[in-house]
């Protein structure tokens, strides 16, 4: 099926992802089966979205919910979000949400046995794990001694997708595609890949990407989501530039509070020399000097 030639949207940003995998449950199930590590025989069939009451809602400043949130056949949880920066609460946030989507399964007087997994999944368009080329992140309870004894509950995925590389991946072809759409398709995107377009799903998403979908009411909050990350990008580099200059300056002045220091010890040293070539004892070379008697004895030895 061959395109319209149009504009697209990014699918990273927040109106764009929420109108493909928040509106529709196929495109959603298929992003999930693509990514997630599930055995193929507890593969997601079917897949319905929470109700707004039964939305985990994570602390963030804008106190948003998250971008996906649904459950399927087996009555599993799925929690995704889409996130264009890495920082440190991000892990602690999602894994917050899945943890409150996990216990509110359970009503009061219900068995523990009636609760079903919950699965996090964060896609980010950022790198947190610089000391490895590992872009494809899975955590999940296990025992430290025999890891292949795990605890069924919560399970946590991040997908980095800066280091995503299709060719090293052995997983399904469709998490290829999918991971490869969210990370090449954006406003500068003039050809589509035939790959996408020979994928039912993949050619939904891309006709859901494109700017002739959304209403001028749209496009004004896609703008904005995208002026307001500018401006978030720009007061952590103006901070952390505000932050090299002050520690250039502490060092600096630490410099010469330490040579300063270093100058007052020479002179001492110096001063207790001199008297102790005219004779005079230690107690006194100290009183002058503001040694320990030790460190002038320590001199006197040198100056033999």
Not at 13 to 20: L, Q, R
Request: aromatic letters at 10%; proline letters at 4%; one cysteine or more.
């Amino acid at each position: 099926m061959a395109l319209k030639p149009a504009r697209f949207l990014d699918p990273k940003s927040d109106i764009v992802f929420k109108k493909i995998f928040g509106n529709h449950p196929d495109l959603a199930k298929s992003l999930l089966n693509g990514i997630l590590p599930l055995p193929d025989d507890r593969r997601i069939e079917t897949l319905e979205y929470l109700a707004p009451e039964q939305t985990p809602r994570i602390p963030t400043m804008k106190n948003t919910i998250v971008d996906v949130k649904c459950t399927d056949q087996y009555g599993r949880v799925f929690i995704v979000e889409m996130q264009m920066q890495w920082s440190e609460n991000f892990s602690k946030r999602l894994l917050f949400g899945a943890s409150k989507a996990y216990v509110e399964q359970l009503d009061k007087g219900e068995d523990y046995g009636s609760l079903c997994p919950v699965y996090g999944v964060g896609i980010l368009n950022d790198t947190f794990d610089k000391e490895s080329d590992d872009w494809f992140h899975h955590y999940r309870t296990v025992n430290i001694q025999k890891t292949e004894r795990v605890l069924e509950g919560l399970e946590l995925v991040f997908i980095e997708l800066p280091k995503f590389k299709p060719q090293t991946w052995v997983q399904r072809k469709m998490g290829v595609l999918w991971l490869r759409f969210l990370r090449e398709i954006n406003e500068k995107t003039q050809d589509v890949d035939a790959a996408f377009l020979e994928q039912p799903d993949l050619s939904k998403a891309l006709e859901l990407s494109q700017e002739s979908s959304y209403t001028k009411g749209e496009l004004a909050a896609y703008d904005k989501y995208w002026d307001a990350l500018s401006v978030e990008k720009t007061f952590k580099v103006d901070s952390f530039n505000a932050g090299i200059k002050e520690g250039i300056k502490e060092g600096i002045k630490e410099g010469i509070q330490e040579g300063i220091e270093k100058g007052r010890e020479k002179e001492k040293k110096e001063i207790a020399k001199s008297c102790i070539s005219h004779g005079l004892d230690d107690a006194t070379i100290s009183g002058i000097t503001g040694l320990s008697k030790d460190e002038v004895e320590a001199i006197r030895k040198e100056s033999v």
